[in-house]
């Protein structure tokens, strides 16, 4: 799908307008649309046939199919894909807002990453995109008195996609991660909507501290390659950490800070920030050595 074809959709995450999806049975556009590049991809490369199939055409609802295929890529010999289906099965009759949350994190994926065009390409391919699910997933059995299973689930996203989640860890709606790879999140951290974190952060503990003790990531933040937040510490509202910045202090809202430790280099206003809700900005990739104490 063209990216200017997404203006006619409409997600509610967390306050930030964008795409409208209606969920409404057959009047499921998002999912009507999926499918139609599922169609689309089938006949220009039969040989993944059996891939859009199983994966989409033979599922019966958007949020069926994506536990789906996270779970074709979570089983294994130990655990199979019928486990992890029939618990995300439990976990949507339970929470059916969670249909919601897994359609304002593609939505987020094709309107901010610039190298995805079609809904197809998360879904089927994007670890970050998987890993987020996942996780989903395991926080909700986690809430649920099925800790063991909970921490499988992030023990095979660790192996399968790169990433470890703590299943506790509380993550709002409208999350990218791009690329996955080396994402660390601690146990009592919490990312708020509409955040965008690029692939090796950590979000994490400085080792001196129990109970509440990882960073707290609000809405809109962006967090550059490679950054380490540490501590219960809080980034605010639409922040941005610049790629390799190891940030120790809480960051105010609409800040730009690089370095290490990380410093204050640059300041928006709340207007400037609301024009270009999760959009990775290329001022991220400020060279942290510049800003060594």
């Known amino acids: 799908m063209p990216r200017s074809t997404l203006s006619r959709f ?4 967390g306050g930030a307008r964008r795409f409208h999806l209606q969920h409404d ?10 499918r139609q590049e599922a169609i689309d991809a089938y006949a220009c490369a039969p040989m993944l046939g059996s891939l859009f199939m199983d994966s989409i055409l033979n599922q019966p609802s958007f949020e069926a199919a994506v536990f789906h295929r996270v779970a074709s890529r979570l089983k294994n010999d130990v655990v199979g894909l019928a486990v992890f289906v029939e618990a995300s099965h439990r976990a949507l009759a339970a929470q059916p807002s969670i249909g919601e949350t897994l359609r304002a994190d593609i939505a987020a994926v094709v309107e901010r990453d610039p190298a995805c065009e079609r809904f197809l390409e998360p879904f089927l391919y994007f670890k970050g995109f998987h890993a987020i ?3 989903r997933l ?12 909970a921490l499988y689930l992030q023990c095979r996203s660790s ?3 790169q990433t470890d989640i703590h299943p506790a860890a509380r993550l709002g709606r409208g999350i990218f991660l791009d690329h996955a790879t080396g994402l660390v999140v601690g146990e009592t951290a919490e990312i708020d909507d509409d955040v965008s974190l690029l692939h090796d952060v950590t979000l994490g503990g400085t080792g001196k501290e129990a109970g509440d003790r990882h960073p707290k990531i609000r809405q809109g933040a962006t ?3 490679g950054a380490k937040i540490l501590g219960n510490i809080e ?9 390799g910045s190891i940030v120790l202090r809480s960051v105010a809202a609409y800040a730009t800070v690089a370095g290490v430790p990380a410093k204050v280099i640059k300041t928006a206003s709340h207007a400037d920030a609301a024009r270009r809700p999760g959009h990775i900005p290329g001022d991220l990739s400020y060279t942290s050595f510049d800003y060594f104490i």
């Open 10 to 13: 409409t997600v509610i995450s």
């Open 25 to 34: 049975g057959l009047q499921d556009e998002l999912w009507s649309s999926l």
């Open 133 to 135: 699910q996942t996780h």
């Open 138 to 149: 395991a926080h909700w059995l986690w809430h649920n008195g099925e800790r063991d299973l």
């Open 159 to 161: 192996e399968v996609f």
């Open 223 to 225: 967090i550059g390659a």
């Open 235 to 243: 980034v605010g509202a639409f922040a941005r950490i610049a790629a």
